[in-house]
């Protein structure tokens, strides 16, 4: 597994400088370029790597966000759970099957949980959040 220091004043600078979301390419995420923060209903930011529903690559343990994204740039979140196979082409095969069945054309992965008990705490914080949203809450999903 590798690491990247992300730079949050560079990934800000280049979504306020676009007018339009344009539709994530294979090399951003490649690059590692792509990320998108979803809160939960705790208030808490989770970073997420953004990857084309097709172009996810075979991941370990990891929650994920399966996501349809407008023309727009809209997005919206179909499904929120956490993958703990020990083959990461199960999970992708999951996150697949799982995507297509709900309309989804991005898949939004967080990498960051220590442990079983941490996935399972984002998963749970993040459902929350989406359901309070959904229901009018004042805090925003990302």
């Known amino acids: 597994m590798s690491a990247e220091i992300i730079q949050f004043a560079d990934v800000r600078v280049r979504r306020s400088s676009s007018k ?8 951003e ?13 705790s208030g808490k930011r989770y970073v997420h790597t953004v990857y084309s529903l097709f172009d996810c690559p075979p991941i370990g343990v990891a929650n ?3 996501v349809k994204r407008e023309a727009s740039g ?7 759970g956490r993958i703990a196979h020990d083959a990461p082409s ?17 898949v939004h992965i ?3 949980a ?3 008990k941490q996935s399972k705490l984002v998963e749970f914080d993040l459902k929350t ?14």
Do not use: D
């Open 90 to 106: 199960l999970n992708l095969a999951e996150i697949r099957q799982r995507g297509a069945e709900l309309g989804a054309n991005e």
């Open 20 to 27: 339009a979301i344009a539709p994530v390419q294979a090399s």
């Open 64 to 66: 994920y966000v399966l």
């Open 29 to 41: 995420i490649e690059a590692g370029t792509r990320f998108h923060f979803w809160t939960g209903a």
């Open 129 to 142: 959040g989406q359901v309070h949203a959904a229901q009018g809450g004042s805090r925003a999903l990302h």
């Open 114 to 116: 220590g442990s079983t």
């Open 74 to 80: 809209k997005r919206s979140a179909l499904s929120i």
């Open 110 to 112: 967080h990498l960051l």
